[in-house]
């Protein structure tokens, strides 16, 4: 199990990442600017939220927790990442 700083640390650059592709769509100018400014604001909203969930851990249950954070991670990063390309 990764340490919490290092979860953080990798949601922060996926998030980074996502938002860097959207920067790029945008200086092409290939794409709406309102349809990119909603996809910026999800990556941002997923960052907050990821990131704030790895602050409160219930004790007891914690490999569960890391379990379903990583797979729901993955899964709305990659939703996301689908909805870009498609931009």
Do not use: Y
């Not at 569960?64 to 990583?70: E, M, R, S, Y």
């Amino acid at each position: 199990m990764a340490s919490r700083k290092l979860l953080k640390k990798n949601v922060k650059s996926a998030c980074a990442e996502l938002l860097f592709d959207c920067v790029a769509l945008k200086l092409t100018g290939q794409v709406e600017d309102a349809k990119l400014d909603a996809l910026m604001v999800e990556v941002l909203n997923i960052n907050n939220e990821f990131v704030s969930r790895l602050s409160h851990i219930e004790k007891g249950s914690e490999k569960a927790f890391f379990k379903q954070f990583c797979q729901q991670f993955v899964e709305r990063t990659n939703t996301l990442s689908d909805a870009i390309a498609q931009a």
